[in-house]
């Protein structure tokens, strides 16, 4: 989901901030120690690809950010944190993670290579010792244990894995997305064919507590659940439904095979509906992420071109589609939607000259801050840390 413009209606919204919690910047060089509880974890890539750093911000008034912890020139990364600790992923050729301490950010405590081309996509931990890495490059889910002291200690590092082979449509399993729930990992296939064609998207059921693949299909072959929507790369859980949102294929024109759909996971045998087609009248453009905020509120990011993306308000529960994006966005390059605990929404805006994260209330899209930063937020996680 990844500048049409230096001045867009959403530099206008945050001009207009004024005094409504404005970030404000911690540091004056390179931090050694990052210093918040509740914090957001950002992970931001210059303007021009030569660069890549881990920022953080408070989640409230007045959204203090500690900035440019693990910098580095290659900028396909992730960063997540857990406990006491934060770490940086390595995505297409990179292909690691490393942990680094809140206290002490001069180096990492451990950086490992996880295999040529394994191009890991996200980290999901369950404790101290136990965490899975979405490979989305291998047919695999790895399991890892995240306690490792030191790089002396790779042999302890990788302690199990989960097969994927039977879902490799000819690029991979390839693995994009989770979530964690009671005890079990949901996991979202995009299925994607040899020349990246989309085929089948499976959303798959694990029991962190064996590591086996759940059958939720019943009396029907394969143990994944087959998605309608195609090329399905995020998934958001609202109690006992799963809501997965698929891109289709990008071209000119692109092919409209995506949608949301919406999943019952409450039996043994799931069982799911499209919500929202993507030719739907009021979108009628590819899907690239949804977020849920409530039975009666959702968003979605709808893709118009390179860098011109949209907001769009839906109704989780009927599928109604608002007939206009949210002011203010609309045709901006919006990198990524992401809802806090607070139930703010989180809106990373690309710039060359002003990379910000806006935050708007889920209640009634009006501006709550905005967080200026020296480079374009392209993630955002939260977590409580015990800092």
């Known amino acids: 989901m990844n500048v049409k413009q230096s001045f867009s209606p959403a530099l206008v919204l945050i001009s ?20 918040c ?47 006491d600790n934060f770490y940086r992923v390595g995505r297409y050729q990179q292909d690691n993670i490393s942990k680094w301490s809140f206290d002490d950010t001069t180096a990492p405590i451990w950086e490992f290579s996880l295999g040529a081309y394994s191009n890991p996509y996200e980290v999901i931990f369950i404790s101290e010792s136990k965490a899975y890495i979405l490979l989305w490059g291998e047919n695999e889910i790895l399991i890892f244990d995240p306690s490792v002291s030191s790089n002396s200690e790779e042999s302890n590092f990788e302690v199990g894995s989960i097969d ?75 109690g006992e439904t799963i809501y997965a949102s698929g891109k289709g294929r990008y071209g000119a024109p692109p092919e409209l095979t995506g949608g949301i759909e919406k999943v019952n996971i ?51 529960t009927t599928g109604a589609v608002d007939a206009q994006p949210l002011e203010n966005y609309t045709g901006i390059d919006i990198r990524f939607i992401e809802i806090d ?35 374009i937020p392209i993630a955002v996680k939260f977590a409580d840390t015990t800092n």
């Open 266 to 316: 409450s039996s043994d045998t799931f069982t799911s509906s499209v919500l929202i087609d993507d030719d739907n009248v009021n979108i009628a453009a590819q899907i690239t992420g949804i977020e849920i905020a409530s039975e009666t509120e959702g968003y979605l990011t709808r893709y118009n071109a390179w860098q011109s993306i949209d907001i769009i308000g839906f109704n989780p």
């Open 164 to 238: 994927l082979s039977a879902y490799d449509q000819g690029q991979g399993s390839n693995a994009a997305a989770a979530i964690l729930d009671n005890g079990y990992l949901y996991v979202v296939l995009e299925g994607l064919d040899e020349n990246y064609a989309p085929e089948t998207s499976y959303l798959l059921k694990i029991d962190t507590m064996t590591d086996a693949e759940v059958d939720v299909n019943g009396a029907e072959d394969g143990n994944g659940y087959a998605l309608t929507v195609k090329n399905a790369g995020d998934i958001e859980l609202l």
């Open 37 to 83: 509880s509740d914090c957001a974890v950002i992970t931001s890539v210059a303007a021009d690809n030569g660069s890549s750093s881990i920022d953080f911000s408070t989640t409230s008034f007045p959204f203090v950010v500690q900035k440019d912890f693990a910098k580095q020139d290659l900028t396909d990364v992730r960063a997540v944190t857990y406990g």
């Open 16 to 35: 207009s901030l004024g005094l409504i919690g404005c970030g404000s910047d911690s540091n004056s060089s390179s931090p050694t120690k990052v210093d």
């Open 341 to 375: 605990e607070a139930n703010q929404l989180w809106i990373g805006l690309g710039s060359t000259s002003s990379p910000r994260i806006n935050i708007i209330s889920t209640i009634d899209n009006s501006p709550v801050g905005s967080i200026p930063l020296s480079r």
